[in-house]
């Protein structure tokens, strides 16, 4: 199986830029498409930014020009990279693996067969 551990978060002001990571270990595959979704409290947890094997991004519209998905296959790690942040931006943040080959990036998080832990993002006005 493969495990994700998350890395990055903190605590910022508004405005302010964080990189998230994810390290993927056991079992991966370079041509999974990968994503990165949130919880906020008392939310349900939404998407934010996917990548396919081919490098092919896609944005949740409300992270849209902000924030970038990126992949280092030989890392075996996908970053966020999330600028102009906002406190909405709030949120406890996973990423996630389809564990299917050349497997197209997908919104819904019950199509993600692996996740990890999460790593809390806070950011204060």
């Known amino acids: 199986q493969v495990q994700l551990v998350e890395s990055g978060g903190g605590s910022v002001q508004a405005g302010d830029s964080l990189r998230l990571s994810c390290a993927a270990s056991?079992?991966?595959?370079?041509?999974?498409?990968m994503g990165w979704f949130r919880r906020a409290p008392g939310q349900e947890r939404d998407f934010v930014a996917g990548i396919n094997w081919g490098g092919i991004t896609y944005y949740a519209d409300s992270v849209k020009g902000r924030f970038t998905i990126s992949r280092d296959n030989a890392k075996n790690t996908v970053y966020l990279y999330m600028n102009s942040l906002k406190p909405e931006d709030t949120a406890v943040y996973y990423c996630?693996?389809?564990?299917?080959?050349?497997?197209?990036?997908?919104?819904?998080?019950?199509?993600?067969?692996?996740w990890g832990q999460g790593t809390q993002v806070t950011v204060s006005s």
């Open positions: 056991g079992r991966t595959y370079s041509n999974y498409a």
């Open positions: 996630a693996s389809r564990a299917g080959r050349f497997a197209m990036i997908s919104v819904k998080d019950d199509e993600y067969e692996y």
